[in-house]
């Protein structure tokens, strides 16, 4: 069983940054493609970006391209989102999810995932 634990959410004024990670306890997270979703109020989840089990490929949803990305270090387990020039509208939860690959493959749908984290709050307002 695989646990994906995300921080850093918070609060940030529009235009801002943060950094959400997610640190799962599979010591062969090397073998697990990871997707970072969220939803929002009344919304479904939505995909925010996937990265391959090596790191070699990332994937983004058309409307975040350039101001997010994602990145992993497969050394401590742990999968990354640089979320740069925060809107009002990328309020959501946040959650990191993981599944077992067997090659460099991405999943855009959140039923292609097998296990969740948590979920992080992130708010964007002045």
């Known amino acids: 069983q695989v646990q994906l634990v995300e921080s850093g959410g918070g609060l940030v004024q529009p235009g801002g940054s943060l950094k959400l990670s997610c640190e799962a306890s599979?010591?062969?997270?090397?073998?697990?493609?990871m997707g970072w979703f969220r939803q929002a109020p009344g919304k479904e989840r939505e995909f925010v970006a996937a990265?391959?089990?090596?790191?070699?490929?990332?994937y983004y949803a058309d409307s975040l391209k350039g101001r997010f990305t994602i990145s992993r270090d497969n050394a401590l387990n742990t999968v990354y989102l640089q979320m740069n020039s925060l809107k009002p509208e990328d309020t959501a939860v946040y959650y990191c999810?993981?599944?077992?690959?067997?090659?460099?493959?991405?999943?855009?749908?959140?039923?292609?995932?097998?296990?969740w984290g948590q979920g992080t709050q992130v708010t964007v307002s002045s």
């Open positions: 599979e010591r062969t997270f090397s073998s697990y493609t």
């Open positions: 990265i391959t089990r090596s790191g070699s490929a990332t």
């Open positions: 999810a993981a599944r077992r690959s067997y090659g460099d493959i991405y999943y855009p749908n959140p039923s292609e995932y097998n296990y």
